[in-house]
């Protein structure tokens, strides 16, 4: 799936890229606010699928001046299922920690990386995981836990997970890539100043 488009899961127009950002705010919006919130599509066809989903009452209209404002119907209900498809992300994110939380070792650190934190993936992508393991945790039974994730998150998503992982020690030797999670990651297992001080630590190595 695209957790960029979410709702591209069941609906790939614009109608799905529409719903997904009333149902990620409370707040109204203008044709003009979606526009440059989608960064694609002109006015006029998002105001085109407004009015089609007005007619659906999934959306309510409000008049503002001399223009009107969109807000996702919430007791609609197809709110709910819309809802759930456009937080899909936090879902993951959530089923991510959960699943780490129960390792036995746990990870001292680990993200999401690359385009599936960033808002640019597609449905192609791969999902990037960073997981830092304890310098003494037994190898093969961590591989086990690695691998029995990757096939998850895959089952979740429909796509191909690529897991990044080395102990503690080896912090100093990954600088790049974990400058690059410092900036985008999500984490989901530790907290990002840990990170931030083991890669100055290992970077002094």
């Known amino acids: 799936m695209d957790l960029g488009r979410p709702l591209s ?10 719903l997904a950002v009333l149902a990620q ?13 989608l960064g694609r599509y002109s006015e006029d066809g998002i105001r085109k699928v407004l009015m089609r989903l007005r007619g659906q009452g999934i959306v309510l209209a409000e008049r ?7 807000r996702l119907n919430r007791e609609h209900l ?5 809802i759930a498809l456009a937080h899909s992300r936090a879902l993951l994110l959530e089923r991510l920690e959960a699943q780490l939380a ?16 960033r808002g640019d993936m597609n449905v192609n992508s791969d999902i990037d995981i960073l997981v830092i393991r304890p310098d003494d945790a037994d190898e093969d039974a961590w591989e086990q836990q690695v691998t029995g994730l990757a096939a998850q998150v895959t089952r979740w998503t429909g796509n191909d997970a690529r897991p990044l992982q080395f ?11 974990l400058r690059d999670v410092l ?16 890669m100055r630590s290992g970077t002094r190595r």
């Open 183 to 198: 900036r985008d990651g999500l984490t989901v297992a530790g907290t990002r100043a840990w990170l931030s001080t083991a």
């Open 25 to 37: 705010a409370e707040t109204t919006f203008t044709t003009g606010q979606l526009h440059r919130v």
């Open 167 to 177: 102990a503690v020690g080896e912090v100093g030797d990954h600088e790049p890539v």
């Open 64 to 70: 503002v001046g001399n223009a009107y404002a969109y």
């Open 78 to 82: 197809a709110a709910g299922p819309v």
């Open 9 to 18: 899961t069941v609906t790939p127009t614009l109608d799905g890229d529409v």
């Open 102 to 117: 129960a390792w036995r070792p746990g990870p001292v650190y680990a993200a999401v990386f690359g385009s599936a934190a």
